[in-house]
């Protein structure tokens, strides 16, 4: 982060983000059990990249890069790839 960055960095950007997603008061949001705020939280976050073709994007990559099971194809393929060398 550049240093304009942090001086213009907004404290109190989730809690307005939950706010207009759950359609809270900001009272509301504090005074939220920990548990529902860190759904909300979450849930907002996704939903703000969901709104835009760029952030559905940025979505599907962090999706793939949290898999952990092998792509049997692309195993498949480079077998192919290496016995054909």
Same mark, same amino acid.
């Given at each position: 982060? !550049?240093?304009? !960055?942090?001086?213009?960095?907004?404290? /109190?950007?989730?809690? =307005?983000?939950? #706010? !207009?997603?759950?359609?809270? #008061?900001?009272?509301?949001?504090? @005074?939220?059990? %920990?548990? %529902?705020?860190?759904?909300?939280?979450?849930? &907002?976050?996704?939903?703000? %990249?969901? &709104?835009?073709?760029?952030?559905?994007?940025?979505? =599907?990559?962090?999706?793939?890069? @949290?898999? /952990?099971?092998?792509?049997?194809?692309?195993?498949?393929?480079?077998?192919?790839?290496?016995?054909?060398?």
């Amino acid at each position: 982060m !550049e240093d304009w !960055e942090r001086a213009y960095n907004l404290n /109190t950007a989730i809690i =307005k983000r939950i #706010s !207009e997603y759950a359609r809270l #008061s900001f009272k509301e949001v504090i @005074q939220l059990p %920990y548990s %529902y705020f860190l759904l909300l939280n979450r849930e &907002s976050w996704i939903d703000s %990249y969901n &709104s835009s073709v760029e952030g559905r994007k940025i979505l =599907k990559e962090l999706w793939t890069l @949290q898999q /952990t099971g092998a792509d049997l194809e692309a195993v498949h393929a480079f077998q192919k790839r290496k016995e054909g060398a």
